[in-house]
């Protein structure tokens, strides 16, 4: 059947493999991931994976039927207003009609696509639309398909994820270097350089600013971003972190590293950070012995400091008084701490510390789980703010650990929370939600790097 094109088509055209408009009659595969219904009508979504592009179908209606496509490049949250692409209606003489096919992805301008099919009855205002979903590029396993619905969040304007999200989108970009080093996906490498590129000069410059962990964060972005691609500029960024970090140690409570410039906590995230940092210069720099004596110093300080309490669970932080605080176990604070030791084994051989790691995770591996899946404590419906990037850092850490040690005794542990994960917390689009073992709640780039992390760890 012929297809009618979409007045929008001319104005807005993206050519991949093929351009769009390309008549369905002529695609080589055809998979249905998404329909709906209203009025008796069925709306159905359809996908060439070979083609790269996909087209809309409306049945069981009357002449007049209108049916459509949605695009979007950021995961299904906005799309072209008024785009309706490949807009058409049903002839007479049918039932159903079906629009041209469209590109699901504008690779030229790096855009991660996903789209829906959109229709409506003639004779009625209301319009019902499929879930959005994407073809299998990029996505030949669950961590590279988890991978891509991420870089939809990756903004090309800010070289952020989110737009403007900041220590977040440094744990996002470690989650897409981390799977792209062990998938071998080299799809999405163009996001360290523009990152790099448009931040390099942006608060305190170097990916500093006046929150030491948020430098911290980005310091080990920077590691993961030379270890991928053996650019010595990542490497000289994270030595610049690591050194302004180290401009506040301070005597304060026996030493450590000062949660922010203008404040006197001192807390558990910002040491264990630099603690991994640190470490891992030393182990990356040639006849390093300065990072390497930082690590050994944070990491005395920090075992005696009492924020590790006698649970074998990390507290937030340290009272005025020098005291464990008492507050929140986060997940990430018993997590990096993980990668830190790690990273200090590597570089000292001191087989106490994976001792020592393997207590802390024993521990929190038993009590930061529910129904067998780690949830983080008050963990909400939401997946916006600092509080979903936790997760992913503590399984990032417990997954470097667990390739570290004999035996591999956290694997099955992994296995089973990605398993829950993907079988009860996962759209069409292969986005996550707050909780691995599924319910109510909303996708975001917090979530979706927690659970690329998590696939990463697992090896999935």
Same mark, same amino acid.
């Given at each position: 059947?012929?297809?009618?094109?979409?007045?929008?088509?001319?104005?807005?055209?993206?050519?991949?493999?093929?351009?769009?408009?390309?008549?369905?009659?002529?695609?080589?595969?055809?998979?249905?991931?998404?329909?709906?219904?209203?009025?008796?009508?069925?709306?159905?979504?359809?996908?060439?994976?070979?083609?790269?592009?996909?087209?809309?179908?409306?049945?069981?209606?009357?002449?007049?039927?209108?049916?459509?496509?949605?695009?979007?490049?950021?995961?299904?949250?906005?799309?072209?207003?008024?785009?309706?692409?490949?807009?058409?209606?049903?002839?007479?003489?049918?039932?159903?009609?079906?629009?041209?096919?469209?590109?699901?992805?504008?690779?030229?301008?790096?855009?991660?696509?996903?789209?829906?099919?959109?229709?409506?009855?003639?004779?009625?205002?209301?319009?019902?639309?499929?879930?959005?979903?994407?073809?299998?590029?990029?996505?030949?396993?669950?961590? *590279? /398909?988890? &991978?891509? =619905?991420?870089? +939809?969040?990756?903004?090309?304007?800010?070289?952020?994820? !989110? @737009?403007?999200? $900041?220590?977040?989108?440094?744990?996002?970009?470690?989650?897409?270097?981390?799977?792209?080093?062990?998938?071998?996906?080299?799809?999405?490498?163009?996001?360290?350089?523009?990152?790099?590129?448009?931040?390099?000069?942006?608060?305190?410059?170097?990916?500093?600013?006046?929150?030491?962990?948020?430098?911290?964060?980005?310091?080990?972005?920077?590691?993961?971003?030379?270890?991928?691609?053996?650019?010595?500029?990542?490497?000289? *960024? /994270?030595? &610049?972190? =690591?050194?302004? +970090?180290?401009?506040?140690?301070?005597?304060?409570?026996? !030493? @450590?590293?000062? $949660?922010?410039?203008?404040?006197?906590?001192?807390?558990?995230?910002?040491?264990?950070?630099?603690?991994?940092?640190?470490?891992?210069?030393?182990?990356?720099?040639?006849?390093?012995?300065?990072?390497?004596?930082?690590?050994?110093?944070?990491?005395?300080?920090?075992?005696?400091?009492?924020?590790?309490?006698?649970?074998?669970?990390?507290?937030?932080?340290?009272?005025?008084?020098?005291?464990?605080?008492?507050?929140?176990?986060?997940?990430?604070?018993?997590?990096?701490?993980?990668?830190?030791?790690?990273?200090?084994?590597?570089?000292? @051989?001191?087989?106490?510390?994976?001792?020592?790691?393997?207590?802390?995770?024993?521990?929190?591996?038993?009590?930061?789980?529910?129904?067998?899946?780690?949830?983080?404590?008050?963990?909400?419906?939401?997946?916006?703010?600092?509080?979903?990037?936790?997760?992913?850092?503590?399984?990032?850490?417990?997954?470097?650990?667990?390739?570290?040690?004999?035996?591999?005794?956290?694997?099955?542990?992994?296995?089973?929370?990605?398993?829950?994960?993907?079988?009860?917390?996962?759209?069409?689009?292969?986005?996550?939600?707050?909780?691995?073992?599924?319910?109510?709640?909303?996708?975001?780039?917090?979530?979706?790097?927690?659970?690329?992390?998590?696939?990463?760890?697992?090896?999935?």
């Amino acid at each position: 059947m012929a297809v009618e094109a979409g007045g929008d088509f001319a104005a807005a055209a993206i050519c991949d493999t093929y351009c769009d408009g390309r008549d369905p009659a002529a695609a080589t595969s055809d998979r249905v991931p998404a329909g709906s219904s209203l009025f008796g009508r069925t709306v159905r979504l359809h996908l060439s994976d070979n083609d790269v592009m996909g087209w809309a179908t409306i049945d069981n209606g009357n002449p007049g039927d209108e049916v459509w496509l949605d695009r979007s490049f950021d995961g299904g949250r906005t799309w072209s207003s008024g785009s309706k692409l490949g807009d058409t209606k049903t002839p007479e003489g049918a039932r159903g009609w079906r629009t041209g096919m469209y590109n699901v992805d504008d690779w030229n301008t790096a855009g991660v696509g996903a789209l829906r099919a959109c229709g409506k009855a003639g004779d009625r205002p209301e319009i019902t639309c499929t879930a959005w979903a994407r073809v299998d590029r990029n996505a030949w396993s669950r961590g *590279t /398909a988890a &991978a891509t =619905a991420l870089m +939809m969040s990756y903004d090309r304007g800010t070289g952020l994820f !989110g @737009g403007d999200g $900041w220590w977040t989108a440094a744990n996002a970009l470690t989650a897409v270097i981390d799977n792209a080093r062990a998938s071998g996906m080299p799809s999405y490498q163009y996001a360290i350089a523009a990152t790099y590129d448009k931040n390099l000069g942006a608060q305190g410059g170097d990916f500093t600013n006046d929150y030491l962990d948020d430098t911290g964060w980005w310091g080990l972005a920077w590691v993961a971003a030379y270890d991928a691609t053996g650019d010595r500029r990542y490497l000289d *960024t /994270a030595r &610049a972190d =690591a050194d302004h +970090m180290n401009a506040y140690w301070t005597s304060a409570c026996g !030493g @450590g590293v000062l $949660w922010n410039q203008t404040k006197t906590y001192k807390n558990a995230i910002t040491n264990e950070l630099f603690l991994q940092l640190n470490a891992a210069l030393h182990n990356r720099i040639q006849g390093d012995t300065g990072y390497l004596d930082r690590a050994r110093r944070e990491w005395s300080w920090f075992r005696q400091s009492g924020m590790v309490n006698v649970d074998h669970m990390i507290n937030d932080g340290l009272t005025d008084g020098c005291a464990n605080n008492g507050r929140t176990t986060w997940t990430y604070n018993q997590g990096v701490v993980l990668g830190g030791l790690t990273e200090l084994y590597r570089a000292t @051989g001191d087989s106490g510390l994976l001792s020592t790691a393997r207590e802390l995770a024993d521990a929190s591996t038993a009590r930061l789980q529910t129904d067998g899946v780690l949830r983080e404590p008050g963990e909400s419906d939401g997946c916006t703010g600092d509080g979903p990037s936790f997760k992913g850092a503590y399984v990032r850490g417990l997954g470097r650990l667990d390739a570290q040690l004999a035996g591999h005794p956290y694997a099955s542990t992994l296995d089973r929370w990605a398993d829950t994960a993907y079988a009860k917390d996962r759209d069409t689009l292969d986005q996550y939600g707050p909780h691995w073992s599924g319910g109510a709640g909303t996708t975001d780039y917090g979530c979706q790097q927690s659970a690329l992390d998590l696939l990463n760890a697992a090896g999935q």
